[in-house]
């Protein structure tokens, strides 16, 4: 049975203190959500061993926003998944829209993130979604699914038991603009459907898929009640406890 998640991506925001003192205002208040409900903090590479001793062996999963695509070596300025697992980290954010648009990774780079994080034990949140002119020219569908195909295809039915999928439609992200409860629920039964079409439909059936496009408090109960969203991955909204734990209340 798949899970509900509730994932934070602090992006590039924050010192050491201040995400210290977030996660310490998440932990207290992380009570308040449903005993069903997963909470994930996603923080800077310099945060994730101090926030790995605050939030400990609580509900809340720690995850990086990135790890290198080879296992060691001279590759000055990278971080390997051996260096994330050794400060306590559980998941890692892999082919966010930033990442691929911004720093030009491929799929090809991130088959080889998603295989090392899986060999080491950690599990990454694939980040599927279409720019706006993507959308607008109604290719959405086709550059989903060659996402997922070309990447999470490659997985066996054991590993991708262990990935989580977020669909973040990249024209909402950060904008304020956000896609209606039935764009993104229509957008989530296909990632599930494609899933089903290589792994059958168990493995699709209990796959966490999230919703990653400006969802916020006042937004997050009309998503969550889709059938297909199990969640959401949380950009600027997870910088503040209170609209985060508001977010995670709202199944």
């Not at 998603?114 to 080491?120: G, N, T």
């Amino acid at each position: 049975m798949r899970k509900q998640i509730v994932a934070g991506n602090w992006k590039m925001n924050t010192t050491v203190e201040e995400g210290v003192q977030l996660a310490k205002d998440v932990l207290a208040k992380s009570a308040e959500v449903g005993n069903g409900v997963k909470l994930i903090t996603g923080v800077p590479f310099t945060h994730l061993y101090p926030v790995s001793q605050i939030i400990g062996s609580s509900n809340i999963g720690l995850a990086a926003q990135n790890c290198a695509d080879e296992p060691k070596g001279a590759f000055t300025g990278e971080v390997s998944v051996a260096m994330l697992k050794s400060v306590g980290t559980q998941y890692c954010i892999l082919g966010h829209s930033e990442r691929r648009e911004y720093y030009t990774e491929t799929s090809e780079k991130l088959v080889k993130k998603m295989a090392l994080a899986l060999e080491a034990g950690i599990s990454p949140i694939f980040c599927v979604g279409e720019r706006l002119d993507q959308r607008e020219a109604g290719e959405h569908f086709n550059v989903v699914k060659a996402q997922i195909e070309e990447v999470l295809f490659t997985l066996s039915a054991e590993q991708m038991a262990n990935v989580i999928v977020a669909y973040e439609p990249v024209w909402a992200i950060g904008t304020g603009k956000t896609a209606t409860a039935e764009q993104a629920q229509e957008i989530h039964a296909f990632i599930r459907k494609t899933i089903a079409s290589k792994f059958g439909s168990k493995i699709a059936d209990d796959t966490t898929i999230l919703y990653g496009g400006s969802c916020k408090p006042s937004n997050a109960k009309e998503l969550f009640a889709c059938p297909d969203i199990d969640g959401g991955l949380i950009g600027g909204a997870s910088l503040k406890a209170d609209d985060f734990i508001a977010i995670a209340k709202s199944f």
